[in-house]
């Protein structure tokens, strides 16, 4: 009854004043509440009284859609007259809000509720309730006015760049004690909800980085990786964009969001590329198309997400298609994987054809059974991935592990039996150890004693010096020597004395000779080069500098000499008269060629030792002015004069004729 004479009563109000207000009762608040307010497009602070005349207003949702003709200049009021029955009379109203600007709310001219601040474009500040409940009280029953006044200047940049078409707000309303109780048991519901799957994702991509980092041949647990991570960002954006007050940071969020999901999109086709593909053409392809849909979002985020839809169906079927070929072709693992990836492509093939048929509008009750039982689906098939792809580690390391065993046991076998043949060996060793140790002190000597062989055999080819460094590097350097003395020695008319020898008799006569010059020079010290034929080279000061070279290479020439005199008293017949020259200044020495190297000595000094030599006498030792200036002080010299020297030109020479 108390109804019905509100009803009464209102309509005796003057219709001059105010609009017709609509009736509100506790049972249909929400369903009664108006859909369109008065909307006026000034700012005055007397459109915020219960009584002022507003009959000629417009009337258009408080969204302000970009769609409806409205004059929007940043800020606006917006009225609504209602009438309270007895039922729902200082009853609490709970009001749910949702806004991009910031606005104050006056219930019959008081200032209740204010999100935000309207001041001027620069020093606005807007905030977005995003759904929290606030109440409101209408205390007494009969006609009220509800107020707002609504600020946005950033109405405009917002639906060109995030395609916003919410210019003003969106208002629902109950009666707050049918929904506190709900509301609270739905946000512990959600939160748990929204905990579990992110606290999930997280840790699944945490264990595939710590595979993939442990065991980086497996790239698929890096995809993995940052699949989850794409989940649990996908699950946590749109958690802290519902609680998050400030709206340029929301509509950030939802690029984040984005970024998100083209992550999740890359690892799957990652994935898929690393498990059944392996072509690089089609991964990179595939990989700038995700990278396409964050261009397209950062410049348009409604471009970003219609990108997103179409690199999400190519990305999809790809997946789609792979998994069942490489089901068919029973590639290992494939039917555990290919469910989690199968289940997640039909999901989504299944989404995005319901949003083509619906023009790209899909609305979702929570609250009902459909709803939820597509939100579960959904939920499902996010983590059907990272779910089916840990079952299938899990089969694989039980698979590694039972080859494990079996090699195992194969190997303890191998063992055992290597065991016993290690002890025959053991046994067969220790009766043949002693005849070893026998062989081989045996050979060790053997070993020695050619090795001494082939040193002593080096020694005689070359310097010890030389020797040393040939054997400790495989190769030698030449080297430059300034102080030397070089020694050349002749047999006078070789080869008319060669006739009366048999070619027998002539090589041990040479042999005899030259035995004897390579003891009186080993004796001086001085290094024997080569012999030529007839012909002795040896030099002084040389591997190792000498100070007297010189005093050294003129004694062993007399020496020479000596030998030669007896050995022509001796064997009148069968012997040779020498000749000697000696030379001293810097020569070069060392070994040349691969094969039958020799040592070795070049130089002018060279040369101008063998012209002293051929200048010489019968019996002569014939020296340079050099050699004579180092020996002078130690032998009794005879000046030649300058002698015409082959190529050389008049060079001083003298004979040696004895020790002083």
């Known amino acids: 009854m108390g109804k019905w004479l509100v009803i009464f009563f209102m309509l005796l109000i003057p219709w001059g004043a105010t609009a017709q207000p609509v009736v509100l009762t506790i049972d249909s608040i929400s369903e009664t509440f108006p859909r369109k307010w008065l909307y006026n497009p000034s700012d005055d602070p007397a459109f915020a009284l219960p009584g002022y005349n507003d009959s000629g207003w417009q009337k258009f949702a408080p969204r302000l859609s970009f769609e409806d003709d409205i004059e929007f200049n940043g800020v606006a009021w917006l009225r609504m007259h209602v009438a309270v029955d007895s039922t729902l009379a200082g009853v609490p109203i709970a009001v749910r809000m949702y806004q991009t600007g910031s606005s104050e709310i006056y219930v019959d001219g008081k200032l209740v509720k204010q999100f935000g601040k309207i001041a001027d474009k620069e020093t606005s500040e807007y905030y977005d309730p995003n759904g929290i409940l606030f109440v409101i009280n209408l205390d007494t029953v009969g006609a009220h006015t509800i107020a707002v006044r609504y600020g946005n200047y950033l109405a405009d940049y917002n639906h060109e760049k995030y395609e916003k078409n919410l210019r003003g707000f969106t208002w629902e309303v109950v009666a707050a004690n049918r929904i506190l109780e709900n509301e609270f048991k739905e946000l512990a519901y959600k939160g748990f909800v929204i905990v579990f799957v992110i606290g999930l994702c997280i840790g699944l991509a945490l264990i595939h980085l710590f595979l993939f980092l442990y065991h980086r041949s497996e790239p698929s647990n890096l995809y993995l990786s940052l699949f989850n991570v794409g989940l649990a960002s996908s699950f946590l954006l749109p ?14 969020l939802e690029l984040w969001l984005l970024v998100s999901l083209s992550l999740i999109i890359f690892s799957l086709t990652g994935l898929v590329y690393e498990l059944f593909s392996r072509k690089k053409w089609r991964f990179y392809f595939m990989a700038g198309l995700c990278a396409l849909t964050i261009i397209a979002g950062l410049y348009n985020v409604i471009a970003g997400i219609v990108a997103f839809v179409l690199v999400l169906l190519v990305i999809v079927m790809e997946a789609f298609v792979l998994t069942i070929i490489a089901m068919y072709h029973k590639v290992k693992g494939a039917r555990i994987i290919g ?42 098939a996010l983590l059907s991935i990272p779910l089916s792809m840990s079952v299938y580690l899990a089969w694989k390391f039980a698979n590694i592990n039972k080859d494990l065993g079996t090699q195992l046991t194969q190997v303890k076998e191998l063992s055992e039996k290597t065991i016993e043949q290690e002890q025959e060996k053991k046994k067969i060793l220790e009766t043949q150890n002693e005849m070893l140790e026998v062989q081989v002190a045996e050979r060790t000597k053997e070993i020695v004693s050619e090795k001494k062989k082939s040193d002593d055999l080096l020694l005689n080819i070359l310097p010890e010096e030389v020797a040393d460094e040939l054997k400790e590097r495989g190769t030698t350097k030449a080297k430059y020597f300034d102080h030397v003395s070089v020694l050349f020695t002749d047999f006078v008319d070789f080869t008319k004395a060669g006739e ?161």
């Open 239 to 252: 958690y802290i964009k519902g609680y998050h007050s400030n709206p340029a940071v929301q509509m950030k």
């Open 339 to 380: 469910v989690g990836i199968l289940f997640f492509c039909l999901f989504f093939i299944s989404l995005i054809v319901i949003l083509f048929a619906n023009s790209g509008s899909l609305h979702i009750d929570e609250k009902t059974e459909g709803g939820q039982l597509f939100m579960l689906f959904g939920i499902m």
């Open 500 to 660: 009366r020898f048999s070619p027998q008799e002539l090589v041990d006569e040479l042999h005899t000779c030259f035995k004897e010059f390579d003891r009186i020079i080993s004796d001086h010290g001085i290094e024997k080069i080569k012999t030529i034929g007839d012909a002795y080279l040896a030099v002084c000061g040389l591997p190792k500098p000498v100070e007297d070279h010189a005093v050294r290479t003129v004694s062993a020439a007399l020496a020479i000499r000596a030998f030669m005199k007896q050995r022509r008293q001796e064997f009148p017949n069968k012997s040779f008269d020498v000749r000697i020259g000696i030379h001293s200044g810097a020569v070069v020495a060392g070994i040349v060629g691969v094969k039958k190297f020799a040592y070795d000595i070049w130089g002018d000094t060279v040369n101008t030792a063998a012209r002293m030599e051929s200048s010489s006498l019968t019996d002569k030792i014939n020296i340079s002015h050099s050699t004579y200036e180092l020996v002078k002080d130690h032998f009794e010299c005879t000046f030649r004069g300058k002698i015409t020297a082959k190529n050389k030109g008049e060079l001083r020479m003298y004979f040696v004729e004895g020790r002083k």
